[in-house]
């Protein structure tokens, strides 16, 4: 059997079990405390047919979006000129340090403090809650570049853009993506807090619509269709891209 078969069968198998503890658990537990798949299935068809599924899953999407966009592009910027550069980075270390350790709903409140309770303030605090974990893994990617690469870059006078996307970049490739999936699956909990605390859309929103009505159904359905599409996103644009960037190894 090809291992990308033998793969597939085992993927199947734990997505089966899966399925198969929640429709037992959700036999020996009250049905109102943890409705099983099939209640869960109703409650998105239901959703779905009234548009509201769709219309605060995009909302939702588009500030993950943005946010990842934002705190990608900043972390990865500052994270690799602190690894690069040692003054910088004893400059910067204790900033990184306040930035990992804030409270990500202290964050999400100031922002909405000082900004108001608008589209602005909700991306600035997912994104300020981001940025200091994608720049202290860029900076351990700057740190990690082979000297012997430089050194045959200097030697042969290559210009700067060419010796940052031919040298620089590729080994940071396993970095970034690194940094990209941990970024995925925080974003997308940290704009569920944002929308939960001061939006009148998305899906955090309905989530504390669901929790005010103790609908339990309505928080599983809203919770399985994010992350289904956050997995499909893993497999169709995370994974391909991490399999053709390793080609340079």
Not at 118 to 145: D, F, H, Q, T, Y
Not at 156 to 169: H, Q
Request: hydrophobic letters at 55%; a positive charge.
């Amino acid at each position: 059997m090809e291992k990308g078969s033998s793969n597939a069968i085992l993927r199947i198998a734990s997505i089966l079990i899966f399925f198969g503890i929640w429709q037992l658990s959700s036999i020996f537990l009250q049905v109102d405390l943890l409705p099983g798949p099939q209640e869960v299935y109703e409650k998105i068809v239901i959703e779905a047919g009234d548009d509201e599924l769709v219309y605060h899953t995009l909302i939702t999407l588009k500030r993950v979006f943005l946010s990842f966009i934002i705190a990608m592009f900043i972390g990865t910027f500052f994270g690799i000129y602190m690894g690069r550069n040692e003054r910088l980075n004893t400059f910067l270390d204790d900033w990184l340090i306040l930035g990992l350790n804030v409270p990500a709903l202290v964050i999400i409140i100031l922002c909405y403090v000082w900004f108001g309770l608008n589209e602005v303030a909700a991306i600035l605090a997912v994104s300020l809650n981001k940025i200091p974990m994608v720049a202290v893994i860029m900076r351990e990617g700057a740190r990690s570049i082979e000297k012997d690469y430089i050194e045959v870059a200097k030697f042969y006078k290559i210009s700067g853009k060419k010796f940052f996307f031919k040298v620089i970049l590729p080994q940071l490739f396993p970095y970034l993506l690194s940094s990209a999936r941990s970024g995925l699956s925080l974003i997308w909990k940290i704009v569920l807090v944002v929308e939960l605390l001061g939006r009148s859309n998305g899906v955090g929103f309905k989530l504390f619509g669901f929790f005010q009505f103790f609908d339990i159904s309505g928080i599983l359905a809203y919770t399985l269709v994010f992350v289904l599409l956050i997995i499909f996103v893993e497999f169709i644009l995370v994974r391909p891209f991490e399999r053709k960037i390793s080609i340079w190894r």
